[in-house]
T-cell receptor
Framework: AQTVTQSQPEMSVQEAETVTLSCTYD???????LFWYKQPPSRQMILVIR??????QNATENRFSVNFQKAAKSFSLKISDSQLGDTAMYFC??????????FGKGMKLTVNP | EPEVTQTPSHQVTQMGQEVILRCVPI?????FYWYRQILGQKVEFLVS????????KSEIFDDQFSVERPDGSNFTLKIRSTKLEDSAMYFC?????????????FGPGTRLTVL
C-alpha cells in the first residue's frame, strides 16, 4: 500500500520570503501522480499543483513549484514570495492511475506579516 | 469554471439518526468519491463510485454507510445510524475519467456534527 509522509507538522515564514514543504512517499508503482492541496480555514480542499511521475521536469504554477526526486521518492513544494493568503494546511497526496488519493497528515503553514 | 457542490455545508444530528449528505459532481464527470477528515487529522478515502457501482471502499466504509446516484446529477452518502466518531468533514470529489491526467476536483465539504 502507498504511504505519504509529511514529517513537519508546522512551519512559519515571513511574508515575501520563500518556504519549502517536504513530503516523501512509498510506492512500488512506476506511473503515478503527486499533488499538493491547500486547505485554508474554510476547510475547502484546493489543488495547488500536480506532478506526473513520468515527467522529469518539475511542475510550476506561478509562485508554487515542486522539487520531484523520483529515485528518492521525495516531492517538496516551494512557495516563493509568500503571501498572507498562503496561510493554510498543506496536504501532499499520491494517486496511481484510476485509484483514490492517499494523503499525508498535512502541515500547517503560517505566513507572518 | 465548473465546480463540485455539496449540501448542506453543516449538518448537526443526534447519535443514532440517519443523515444524507448530498453532492453535485461536475456534469460530465464519470467517477465520484467520498473522503472524510476528522478534525485535525488527514483526509481519508471512503468510497469510489462508477457506473452506478462502488469501485472501491475503505475499511471505514462499513454497513452503516451507503452511496447512491439517484438521478443524473446528485451523488449521496448516507449514514444509517450515526455515531459520535462520525463527526467529521465529508468531501465529495469527481473526476472526468481514468486517465492519469484526470484530476479529482473537491467540493467545499459538509461538516457533520454528531451529538
Amino acid at each position: 500500500a502507498q504511504t505519504v509522509t509529511q514529517s513537519q507538522p508546522e512551519m512559519s515564514v515571513q511574508e515575501a520570503e520563500t518556504v519549502t514543504l517536504s513530503c516523501t512517499y512509498d510506492t512500488s508503482e512506476s506511473n503515478y501522480y503527486l499533488f499538493w492541496y491547500k486547505q485554508p480555514p474554510s476547510r475547502q480542499m484546493i489543488l495547488v499543483i500536480r506532478q506526473e511521475a513520468y515527467k522529469q521536469q518539475n511542475a510550476t504554477e506561478n509562485r508554487f513549484s515542486v522539487n520531484f526526486q523520483k529515485a528518492a521518492k521525495s516531492f517538496s513544494l516551494k512557495i516563493s514570495d509568500s503571501q498572507l493568503g498562503d496561510t493554510a494546511m498543506y496536504f501532499c497526496a499520491f494517486m496511481k492511475q484510476a485509484e483514490k488519493l492517499v494523503f499525508g497528515k498535512g502541515m500547517k503553514l503560517t505566513v507572518n506579516p | 469554471e465548473p465546480e463540485v457542490t455539496q449540501t448542506p455545508s453543516h449538518q448537526v444530528t443526534q447519535m443514532g439518526q440517519e443523515v444524507i449528505l448530498r453532492c453535485v459532481p461536475i456534469s460530465n464527470h464519470l467517477y465520484f468519491y467520498w473522503y472524510r477528515q476528522i478534525l485535525g487529522q488527514k483526509v481519508e478515502f471512503l468510497v469510489s463510485f462508477y457506473n452506478n457501482e462502488i469501485s472501491e471502499k475503505s475499511e471505514i466504509f462499513d454497513d452503516q454507510f451507503s452511496v447512491e446516484r439517484p438521478d443524473g446529477s446528485n451523488f449521496t452518502l448516507k449514514i444509517r445510524s450515526t455515531k459520535l466518531e462520525d463527526s467529521a468533514m465529508y468531501f465529495c470529489a469527481s473526476r472526468l475519467g481514468l486517465l492519469l491526467t484526470d484530476t479529482q476536483y473537491f467540493g467545499p465539504g459538509t461538516r457533520l456534527t454528531v451529538l
